[in-house]
Every structure is written in structure tokens, then in C-alpha cells.
């Protein structure tokens, strides 16, 4: 009989085809049953993540005519925040991308993992571009506009250019054949994965700013209108990082 020890090792390499899982379901101990239900748990999930996986490249591929055809996902981090830039990305995967399994909206997914998922969506990318659209551009603009250029300068600047383009809940002004998706981050991989790479890259921005304005705590809230940072922007005034087209900023520099 394997020792609770020599099981919780197997089972971390195990597929469900090993012949000591049958002796394992007929284990009385506790602890054996633990770890083995434990595992079928993981089992479950992984099985879920990978049928989300193929939906999402499904989803992505029925846009296409061709088996060759590129499909680009663009999306946006931060139209709501009081500060900072909105940053937008493009990214055209290659069809498999397995190592992306478990890759869902940016904000259903901890900072920890993002950052990982972000270095894997680069390695399996074909292209990709991330661009910061400026708060001075924010403000002269309007948010919405802002974004849409920002996206349009994500897509024009990859490497390769894509057949067809989806974007999430977005119309970008281009030639390439575009598809605005409603929640696309939850429905295809490529928007999911310019999620991603957008939230990341904005969130090591504004863990930056913070080194250089520690009392606004931008490593915390990313620039979003929270309590604590309201309180700050009232304590110590709006900086240059802050949107001035954006309430209660906008009422702030009046007074």
C-alpha cells in the first residue's frame, strides 16, 4: 500500500490512466481520500479550462474563410480610472496556443497570474503591440475616442498585419475586416489575451508612478476613483498623471 506521502507525489504527474488509481478509489483512509478526491477536483477544472479553450479558439476561427487567415483580439485597460493612460493591445495567436489553456478575462484573474499568462501569451504570439494613450490626449479627446485610436494604433503597428479583427465592444476606423464583440474577453481567446497584455502593462505603469508619487498609493488602486484616492487627490491636489476632464477632478481645479 502506497504511504499518503508516495500518493500525494503520484498523483501531482497523474492523467487518470495509471492502474494504482483503481487500488487508490478502494483506499479507506481518510487521508488517501482526501487526496484523491482533491484531485479529481483539479482534474475537473483543468477538463473545463481546456473545453473553454477550444470554444474560444472555435469562436475566434468562425470569423475566418481561410485555414490561413489571422485573427487579431484588441482590448483596453483603464478608460475608467481618475489617472493614468487608457493602454490598449493587439495580439494575433497561433491557432493552437495550449500553453494558453486557462487564459480568461483579465479581471477574473489575480495579478500573480496575469503577469505569468502575460509572458506566455508573448511567447505563443504571432504579433503583438501594446500603445499608452496619454492623459493629455485623454483629456483633449474624450475617453471613448482615445480608446479607439489608441486600439487603432495597436492594430496598425503589428509586425503582421490580420485578416479580420475583433475587438472588444469596440468599431476601429481600419480596411481590415472588424467584428465589434459584446464581453469578448469572455468569448474569444485573442481579445482575452489583448486583455491581458494590456492590464498588465498598465499595472507596471502605474507601479511605477507610485515610486514617484507614494502618497497618491497608485500600486494600489491603478488610478481608479476609489475612496482612498479621492482623499489623496483631495489632500494633496490632482497631479499631471490625473485626468482633468474627469470628476471630481474636474470640479477640484475649478474651485
Request: proline share 3%; glycine share 4%.
Amino acid at each position: 500500500m502506497l504511504s499518503l506521502k508516495e500518493i500525494k507525489e503520484k498523483l501531482l504527474i497523474a492523467n487518470g490512466s495509471e492502474p494504482w488509481l483503481i487500488e487508490l478509489e478502494n483506499d479507506t483512509r481518510i487521508g488517501a481520500l482526501k487526496l484523491l478526491n482533491s484531485w479529481k477536483r483539479k482534474q475537473h477544472i483543468l477538463q473545463l479550462e481546456k473545453q473553454t479553450h477550444t470554444e474560444k479558439i472555435l469562436f475566434d476561427r468562425s470569423f475566418c474563410e481561410n485555414d490561413n487567415d489571422l485573427v487579431a483580439g484588441v482590448d483596453e485597460a483603464g478608460r475608467g480610472p481618475l489617472a493614468g493612460p487608457v493602454v490598449t493591445a493587439a495580439v494575433i495567436l497561433d491557432n493552437n496556443a495550449e500553453g494558453l489553456i486557462g487564459l480568461n478575462d483579465s479581471k477574473q484573474l489575480s495579478k500573480t497570474k496575469r503577469i505569468e499568462l502575460a509572458r506566455k501569451i508573448k511567447e505563443h504570439a504571432i504579433s503583438y503591440f501594446i500603445h499608452f494613450q496619454s492623459v493629455e490626449k485623454i483629456d483633449e479627446l474624450n475617453i471613448y475616442e482615445a480608446t479607439k485610436q489608441s486600439m487603432t494604433e495597436s492594430v496598425l503597428n503589428l509586425h503582421k498585419q490580420p485578416t479580420v479583427v475583433l475587438v472588444d465592444a469596440m468599431k476601429l476606423p481600419i480596411d481590415t475586416k472588424t467584428h465589434s464583440i459584446i464581453k469578448g474577453d469572455a468569448q474569444s481567446l485573442a481579445i482575452a489575451a489583448a486583455s491581458i497584455l494590456a492590464k498588465t502593462a498598465r499595472d507596471h505603469y502605474m507601479d511605477q508612478l507610485h515610486e514617484e508619487y507614494p502618497n497618491y498609493m497608485f500600486n494600489k488602486h491603478a488610478g481608479y476613483g476609489t475612496k482612498q484616492h479621492v482623499e489623496m487627490i483631495m489632500k494633496y491636489g490632482p497631479t499631471k498623471h490625473h485626468r482633468t476632464t474627469f470628476e471630481p477632478i474636474k470640479s477640484i481645479l475649478k474651485k
